[in-house]
């Protein structure tokens, strides 16, 4: 079945440091790709999302790109914030109304000034 | 935007008793919940996708009895806890799809907390 992999954390970084989160997926057909955020004790919040392939999504100063020949919708930001300290989970529909988000298992960041 | 409000924000009760949670779309239509349950440092996992009008078709391993899910409305969502025990403790997230903008709204979750 379709899944996602994102990189193990947590990521430790420094304040205005660059910052990548990689993320694959498998899917059998043409998934729309997401991030989300989650801040401690809170629900998902939607990051940025590309609905098909060569897509960049963007918010905030964060970005992703959809690559369908390397399955990939990595997520940088060129500077991060104390602010931006948390989780992030990448996550794929698949393109039938109704299914779910299927997600990665979330990578924790953490960033000091 | 969409926005997916959900109570409580937090609850304790007590081992044996039921606990409901809400979740309700405020300015669109959710044809689509899904009720997601999350481990401390770990990522989201679905329990159960709900229709509006129908049964909820429950992923392998959840005990549909324990997890009563209700979705009488378009804008509302219901999970059940039924007799809790303290293993029940986790967060809870709900996720509605939104008919029209085949988007995803997730509310704020739920920390309950079973002693």
């Known amino acids: 079945g379709d899944s996602v992999t994102q990189m193990e954390g947590p990521v430790t970084l420094s304040e205005e440091a660059f910052l990548t989160i990689n993320c694959t997926y498998t899917?059998?057909?043409?998934?729309?790709l997401f991030w989300y955020v989650q801040y401690p004790g809170e629900g998902l919040q939607l990051l940025l999302k590309?609905?098909?392939?060569?897509d960049k999504g963007s918010n905030k100063g964060f970005e992703a790109t959809y690559r369908k020949e390397t399955t990939s919708f990595h997520l940088e930001k060129g500077s991060v914030q104390v602010s931006d300290s948390a989780v992030y989970f990448c996550?794929?529909?698949?393109?039938?109304?109704?299914?779910?988000?299927?997600f990665g298992k979330g990578t924790t960041l953490s960033v000091s000034s | 935007g969409a926005v997916v409000s959900q109570h409580p924000s937090r609850v304790i009760c007590k081992s044996g008793t039921s606990v409901k949670i809400e979740c309700r779309s405020l300015?669109?239509?959710?044809?689509?919940m899904f009720w997601y349950r999350q481990f401390p440092k770990q990522s989201l996992m679905l329990m159960a996708t709900?229709?509006?009008?129908?049964?909820?078709?429950?992923e392998q391993g959840v005990e549909k009895d324990k997890f009563l899910i209700n979705h009488a409305s378009l804008t509302l969502s219901t999970l059940t806890v039924t007799s809790a025990h303290p293993e029940d403790s986790s967060f809870y997230i709900c996720?509605?799809?939104?008919?029209?903008?085949?988007?995803?709204?997730f509310g704020s979750g739920t920390r309950l907390t079973v002693v």
């Open positions: 996720s509605a799809r939104d008919r029209e903008r085949l988007g995803y709204t």
């Open positions: 899917a059998t057909g043409y998934p729309s």
């Open positions: 590309a609905t098909k392939a060569d």
């Open positions: 996550a794929l529909s698949e393109p039938e109304a109704g299914t779910a988000l299927i």
């Open positions: 300015d669109f239509q959710a044809t689509t």
């Open positions: 709900s229709n509006e009008g129908s049964k909820a078709t429950y």
